[in-house]
Nanobody, 118 residues
């Protein structure tokens, strides 16, 4: 089993930056891909960014050039650096992980709230 705990959310103004962290514990060596998703009120959960164990990453078009995902395998921690935040980035951000390079995510954190005021 793997446990994921997010931190770093908060209330910021438009244009500000924020860094989210996701600490993984348990059978972390089995994690191939880790990613960030978000869910705004009244909307479905959507993909934000993901990174493989060897550093290959991809992003949603809505965050490209503003967000950067990073992974420290030695510390079992996933990060999401969010710059130039917009009100539409307001959501609960979830950390996810999967043991395969494809398919559904196997593990989820409890989420951390990010609120961007205009």
């Amino acid at each position: 089993q793997v446990q994921l705990v997010e931190s770093g959310g908060g209330l910021v103004q438009g244009g500000d930056s924020l860094r989210l962290s996701c600490a993984a514990s348990g059978r972390t060596l089995s994690l191939y891909t880790m990613g960030w998703f978000r869910q705004a009120p009244g909307k479905e959960r959507e993909f934000v960014a993901a990174i493989t164990w060897n550093g290959s990453s991809n992003y949603a078009d809505s965050v490209k050039g503003r967000f950067t995902i990073a992974r420290d395998n030695a510390k079992n921690t996933l990060y999401l650096q969010m710059n130039s935040l917009k009100p539409e980035d307001t959501a609960v951000y979830y950390c996810g992980a999967r043991i395969r390079s494809w398919g559904a995510y196997d593990y989820w954190g409890q989420g951390t709230q990010v609120t961007v005021s205009s």
